[in-house]
């Protein structure tokens, strides 16, 4: 639970959840972008995720300065990662902030595998 | 012409100009911005995305097109800057895909590459959003792979998919709600497209095909002497660039997109440049990449033509009694027919006759309270003739056959005298005159008792092929053997199409060799499809 605005008639809560949902959405959005991975906690392997649990993909904790976001990624082949990276990075902050009104510190995208792409 | 194939210098030249077509341009592509995050510089990314393609690709010039596309490929991939550089690169690695291991390409493997690039740059989203670059790159593949099946010329492959390119641009707002909200379409897509504009107009400035001829047919043009005179490009620029090791050829291309009249001259350390442009401060911003700039001259020649017009006006503004139209083809014979007193011309000739209305409107415009229409064409006579009933002016059709006809019946044009008597005098002179015409033949026949093959030099005297030849010269030297006679005084040619001024002036000298008593002239006509248009009088 992060608190983003407190007023004199109450506050505004959201939930780590929404947060890590908007998130990955705007990260899948990501051209360069093929895939989101989250850690298995019992085995440590790390698997690939669908569309409806993007979530996992991100993780958020708080900050002085504001969230700080972790986006585990693949990307495919053949592309310019730190662009990419670079691309995930603006975009998720944008929306996180422009969006939700989220004050954000950092969005760190760490790159978990890199996926060969058709016929390659 | 068609260009069925192209090399790996082409592609790189024409890569090239596409990357300066969108360096011209990216500011317009960057207002455009909105996605993903309004940062606006779409069209910047995309520029150095491309120019560090083509810094890759210069590196391997001499290499076969295959390696040069993967070297392409590669250099943009190094230089990927943001999501619509890496797109970019993405579409280049599926079209190097496709060219590996080729000397040159076809229309149907630009075609397909084209196609493998959009498809390429499909794989590499989770989740692809329509109405962007993608979606513009896909259908331009899709309607280039199309046009290929039934035509195997680059170009009209390439500009069939900028077409489409751009009906798919116009939607992008309805794809994507950001963009209609913004009111604006697709930044990526439109430098995507600017990028394919640049690459064919480069294809073609190298390959020196005229893009003209590729677009429709537009009706016949009234133009007129004493009208409104349209510029294109509207500045004349100068200036020096200082600076080193100064590479004219570059400087050239780069200033090619801005406008016309283009000249770059000069050595290592300076450059001369002089371009007719709208933007004078587009050259002027692109030159001060080579260096320094001084003795910038900048000339609005609108008003240098308008200065000029508006003395012209003074001097001639009396309505005549007799004006006159005539149809011309070729800016040489439009001067010939102005400078005996043509008041207006419509364009026209054997392949595109001008229509009744075209006339009509020329003989409205003329300051004159009568006119009288000379077709040139047999084939317009008719058309010429509907015009008497249907202008509010009286007109008379002097029916000429050929502007070498015209030519002569303009000796006995007098503007101030009555119609009748004038247009009577001018037909009098018109059999005076043995017409003769050099031309190639468009297909196939046979036509008194000559066998003619598509392609052969035919000569024609009055409208009727008399002879063929192995080129235009010989044919004007034995068209004349059947067309003088002892009374003959004086031998007139036009040179038009496919003939130089040298081969113009070789043939004087051997008619004035070959008929000493006779008069010989030779003035430049421009005509289309006809080497020389000849009379005997």
């Given amino acids: 639970m992060f608190k983003i605005k407190e007023t004199e008639i109450g506050d505004i809560i959201v939930e780590r959840e929404v947060i890590e949902t908007i998130a990955g959405l705007a990260a899948i959005d990501c051209y360069g972008l093929v895939g989101m991975v989250a850690q298995d906690f019992q085995s440590g392997l790390w698997s690939i995720l669908g569309l409806d649990s993007i979530r996992k993909g991100v993780s958020v904790r708080s900050s002085d300065q504001g969230l700080i976001v972790d986006v585990h990624v693949i990307v495919g082949y053949g592309i310019k990662i730190h662009e990419v990276a670079h691309n995930v990075m603006q975009k998720v902050a944008y929306v996180l902030e422009h969006n939700a009104g989220i004050t954000i510190a950092q969005v760190n995208v760490n790159v978990k595998g890199v996926k060969v792409l058709g016929d390659n | 012409m068609s260009l069925t194939y192209i090399t790996g210098n082409d592609l790189l030249r024409s890569i090239k100009a596409g990357c300066i077509k969108l360096e011209h341009n990216r500011d317009s592509v960057d207002l455009l911005n909105v996605f993903p995050v309004p940062d606006g510089d779409t069209g910047t990314n995309m520029y150095l995305t491309l120019m560090s393609a083509v810094r890759e690709g210069e590196k391997n010039r001499d290499k076969p097109l295959g390696k040069l596309a993967k070297s392409v490929s590669m250099g943009s991939l190094m230089g990927a800057r943001g999501n619509s550089g890496v797109i970019l690169s993405q579409i280049f690695r599926g079209m190097a895909k496709v060219l590996e291991g080729k000397d040159q390409a076809s229309a149907m493997d630009i075609a397909q590459a084209l196609k493998t690039g959009a498809d390429t740059a499909y794989e590499a989203v989770m989740k692809p959003v329509e109405g962007t670059i ?3 790159a896909r259908e331009i593949g899709k309607a280039c792979e199309a046009e ?11 500009l069939a998919g900028i077409q489409t390119g751009h009906a798919t641009l116009a939607r992008t707002p309805s794809m994507l709600p950001i963009l209609k909200e913004a009111g604006v379409v697709d930044a990526g897509g439109r430098g995507f497209l600017f990028f394919l504009e640049g690459f064919v107009e480069g294809l073609a400035q190298e390959r020196e095909i005229k893009l003209e001829q590729y677009r429709e047919q537009a009706p016949a043009e009234v133009t007129t002497s004493r009208e409104e005179i349209k510029l294109d490009f509207q500045y004349c620029t100068e200036v020096l660039i200082k600076g080193q090791d100064l590479d004219p050829l570059d400087v050239r291309d780069h200033l090619a997109p801005l406008g016309d009249s283009l000249l770059v001259v000069g050595g290592d350390d300076v450059l001369k440049v002089h371009v007719h442009s709208n933007h004078p401060g587009k050259v002027l911003e692109t030159c001060l990449q080579w260096g320094q700039l001084s003795d910038i001259k900048i000339n609005n020649m609108l008003e240098e033509v308008h200065e000029h017009r508006l003395i012209m006006e003074e001097a001639s503004h009396n309505q005549k009694a007799v004006g006159l139209v005539a149809v011309s083809a070729g800016d040489g014979v439009g001067e010939i027919l102005e400078s005996l007193g043509v008041d207006m011309l419509v364009q026209g000739g054997q392949t595109m006759n001008p229509s009744t209305e075209d006339l009509l409107n020329a003989c409205n415009q003329v300051d004159a309270q009568s006119v009288i229409i000379l077709p040139n064409n047999s084939n317009i006579i008719m058309s010429a003739r509907q015009v008497v009933e249907l202008c509010d002016k009286k007109v008379v059709v002097v029916p000429t056959r050929s502007v070498m006809q015209a030519i002569t019946a303009l000796i ?21 005159v043995t017409y003769g015409e050099v031309t190639y033949a468009v297909r196939d026949s046979a036509v008194n008792g000559l066998t003619i093959k598509e392609g052969d030099t035919i000569g024609l005297i009055q409208d009727k092929v008399v002879l063929t030849s192995t080129n235009a010269e010989e044919a004007v030297i034995d068209l004349l053997k059947e067309m003088i006679n002892e009374d003959s005084e004086l031998i007139t040619l036009l040179y038009g199409e496919g003939v130089t001024e040298a081969d113009s002036q070789a043939l004087k000298e051997r008619l004035q060799q070959e008929y000493p008593d006779k008069e010989v002239e030779v003035h430049y006509g421009g005509q289309p499809h006809y080497s020389y248009w000849l009379s005997v009088e």
Avoid at chain 2, 153 to 158: G, K, P, R, T, W
Avoid at chain 2, 412 to 430: L, R
Wanted: aromatic content about 2%; hydrophobic content about 40%; overall charge negative.
């Fill in chain 2, 134 to 136: 993608l979606t513009v």
């Fill in chain 2, 148 to 158: 290929a099946k039934k035509n195997d010329d680059v170009v009209a492959v390439l």
């Fill in chain 2, 412 to 432: 006995a044009y007098d503007s101030e005298g009555d119609i009748e008597e004038v247009a009577q005098e001018m037909t009098s002179h018109i059999d005076n």
